[in-house]
């Protein structure tokens, strides 16, 4: 059967129509074609927009002579005045800037075409003209190194009533640590922080003892705490302790031969790439590193030595960014440094790689970069080159310090020298000052608070400042836009209202099968609750206010204080003359005859009538007695 048949019989026309077929060359050739319209109209209205005014079809249409010399030239020349309206056309297509060589391509047929959309070649330009703008941004920072200090915002956390010795901030920026004077350590979340800048954790790791240093090691999962005493201790990111330092035996003359320090330890630092390992200095004259895996003794010991060989105290110790170098300042005014790898018992001529007698008068130092050291004491702040000590390169004088532990520090670019200045409470403003690196030429300074500032940190990752301040404040400077994360997180978050209960009302318990003697009546509101419990005499029972005077009921009065002294009291008020006791005695004896209580009716039936003596009846016994046996009065 033919398909026409087969299609009759079983009810359709057809078996279906034909697969279309598509000329793949003319889609294409049509998209180029509608693309270079699209271009070449875009193009015009650019040059339309570019040139809003022109002389050519003006000239045409109008037919008037030309003006030479009118403002802006705009004429024309001799021949296109002869040719008139007919070359305005041509003029007008020939008129505007030639296109770019990004913006022309050949056709396939070898005639010149306008390129790709103009779109996509304007987008290139915007890129790399964004690009040349952040560069030159970055040009003009690193012209002028102010406009990388985020100081337009602040944020205050109060730690205390004391000093603030002792600031650190983990390597992310999370979590900062503050200790003071108080002896507390307060750690800080930003990201669980909300406006009110209230402290996860407050705690005591050291007793009695002031904090000297805090500071997060390089994974930031552990913090060591130096305090006023002779042990160090390692605490985890929650505040409890991991490790303490061993203490050495005070009776050994010679130091390296006990296992830990034995006086009070004056700073601490971790290793830059070292997680387990640490330096202390103290007050004994000895530099020693530790080691978290053993902890019953230390890992090397160094001793500062002065100029005639004596020893003398370290006030603060540092690693080199690299770990290989250890310097301590010394209060003899010196800077020394040791390679961490060598040997203890080499002798001190040998050990001590690089030594600067009178650096300082009090010598107090801070991280240094390569080649370089950077020192804060005797009101100043020098730089020196590890390859030549022989004199400072450049000195900043006039900044007042007064405690041991004032931070001096470079900013995350090292272009920057950050210090702060000490003063006398409530007279003037401590200060954070900011020096070029290079010329040591001061930049900028900014009053922080009318106490001292002591402590400072510039995080590289947050760039914001963290400051430590002579009466209780940590404040942290931020930027809104160059600053990352860290004070941004808790300053948008509203305070959190903490919910009061203003009395306790009792649960109410549904029992819906129970008599109606022993249903509870159901409540309607708190509301309606709380105004029958306030007609309840009971519940509403006003709280008795303190006994002034001697006291009643049994209540003690507030002089009083404790029974024993109301009791004391009460005797030396007491104006009755016990100088006869009998006659004491018997001022209850008709009270007690007449309302027995104690041992007189057990005795009623059983004794007979008690007869006590009279005055009378005692004289005439005593004129019978012998004068031996009389009383004598």
Known sequence: MTDPDVGAIMGFSGFGKKARTFDLEAIFEQTRRTAIERSRKVLEEERSVERPYEPTSCAGRSGSPSRKGHTGDLTRSPVDS????????????????????????????????????????????????????????????????????????????????????????????????????????????????????????????????????????????????????????????????????????????????????????????????????FVTCSNDGTVRTWDMNTEKKHKSVFKPRSMQGKRVIPTTCVYSRDGKLIAAACQDGSIQIWDRNLNVSVTLSNSSRHVIFTAHDPGRGGPFPPHQVLMKGDDTIKTWDMRNFRNPLNVASGLPNIFPMTDCCFSPDDKLLVTGTSVKRGQENGKLVFFHRETFQKLYEIEVTDASVIRCLWHPKLNQIMVGTGNGLAKVYYHPVKSQRGAKLCVVKTKRKAKQSQTVTQEYVITPHALPMFREPRQKSTRKQLEKDRLDPVKSHKPEPPVSGPGRGGRVGTHGGTLSSFIVKNIALDKTDDSNPREAILRHAKEAEQNPYWVAPAYVKTQPHAVFATPEAEEEVEDDEPEWKKRKL
Request: charged share 30%.
């Open 82 to 277: 002869e040719n008139g309206s007919d070359d305005s056309d041509n003029e007008s297509e020939k008129s505007g800037p030639t296109l770019p060589s990004q913006m022309r391509r050949l056709d396939v047929e070898g005639e010149s075409a306008v390129g790709p959309p103009l779109p996509l070649g304007y987008g290139k330009q915007q890129s790399e003209t964004d690009e040349e703008d952040d560069e030159e941004k970055e040009d003009d920072e690193d012209e002028n190194p102010l406009k990388r200090i985020p100081d337009s915002h602040e944020i205050t956390l109060t730690h205390g009533k004391k000093t603030v010795s002792a600031l650190g901030l983990d390597p992310s920026g999370a979590r900062l640590v503050t200790g003071g004077y108080d002896y507390e350590v307060k750690l800080w979340d930003f990201a669980g922080m909300d406006a009110s800048l209230q402290a996860f954790r407050s705690l005591q790791p050291c007793e009695c003892h002031q904090i000297k240093s805090l500071q997060y090691s390089s994974t930031g999962d552990v913090i060591l705490c130096v305090a006023g005493s002779a042990q160090a201790k390692v605490l985890d990111r929650d505040g409890f302790q991991v490790m303490e330092c061993v203490k050495g035996d005070q009776y050994i003359v010679d130091q390296a031969k006990t296992k830990g320090h034995t006086a009070m330890l004056n700073s601490g630092v971790w290793h830059p790439k070292i997680k387990e390992e």
